[in-house]
């Protein structure tokens, strides 16, 4: 597996994240298992960054990897992304932003990213907390972030 | 797509790999998140972490995408 440093972070993390937004609510107890088991292998495979989110499977996916991670040894190796959801786009950018500076500050969560933000909301953001990482749209087929480019340069300086 | 997968094939790899694999050639992608149910979804996607795509590869790509119709999937941006 091959690591990059995510975005503003200092966090080591494998080019390939396990996104469990497939994780279904109407699973039976083997499609559980499947999907534990591929948390599990995705793990030997060398990846360490899980993607989730409340809203994946009506919780069933946040749960679903806390019950896989929470046993293992090398927990704290492992780096969970995960969102609150459309809570935040109907609370006030300032609002969310210094909420979650503040869970930053109690130690509740490492580092705050944004999820298909486009670079003029996460400057606007940007103004009111930290922003360290951004989780845009961006495949074969949906390619209009590539106009916006989030380069470095319009990045918040709010960094830290 | 059809050409998508004919490029693939040409390069011995799957179509699954390509679209990781092109999405980890912009360098301001730090990571490709790959949706999984079971295990075996990840041994094809994972090991696309270690292909390259060349300068001419993605340029022919873009070219194969000028004419292409999206297809939509199931995706996590709506949820």
């Not at chain 1, 999907?35 to 899980?50: P, V």
């Not at chain 1, 953001?125 to 922003?131: A, D, E, I, K, T």
């Amino acid at each position: 597996m091959r690591y990059a440093r995510l975005g503003q972070t200092d966090l080591q993390v494998s080019a390939i994240a396990f996104g469990t937004w497939a994780f279904g609510g109407d699973w039976g107890t083997a499609d559980l298992e499947e999907g534990q088991d591929a948390i599990e292998y995705a793990l030997s495979l060398g990846i360490n960054l899980f993607d989730t989110a409340q809203g994946y499977g009506f919780g069933l996916a946040e749960e679903l990897l806390g019950r896989a991670l929470r046993e293992r040894a090398d927990r704290e190796d492992v780096i969970i992304a995960t969102k609150g959801g459309l809570r935040m786009l109907h609370t006030p950018p300032q609002e969310t932003a210094q909420a979650l500076a503040d869970l930053v500050a109690e130690g509740k969560i490492r580092h705050v990213g944004l999820s298909n933000y486009d670079a003029d909301q996460m400057e606007t953001f940007g103004r009111f907390g930290p922003v360290h990482t951004l989780q845009p749209p961006y495949h074969l087929f949906r390619r209009e972030i590539e106009n916006t480019r989030p380069s470095t340069a319009t990045w918040p300086s709010w960094s830290s | 797509m059809e050409q998508l997968k004919e490029f693939a094939q040409q390069r011995d790899i799957t179509l699954p790999q390509l679209a990781v694999a092109w999405t980890l050639a912009n360098p301001a992608v730090h990571v490709a998140i790959v949706g999984a149910r079971r295990p075996g979804h990840l041994t094809e996607t994972a090991a696309a972490a270690d292909l390259t795509l060349s300068e001419p590869d993605l340029k022919e790509i873009d070219e194969i995408l000028i004419d292409a119709v999206p297809v939509w999937g199931p995706h996590p941006e709506g949820m």
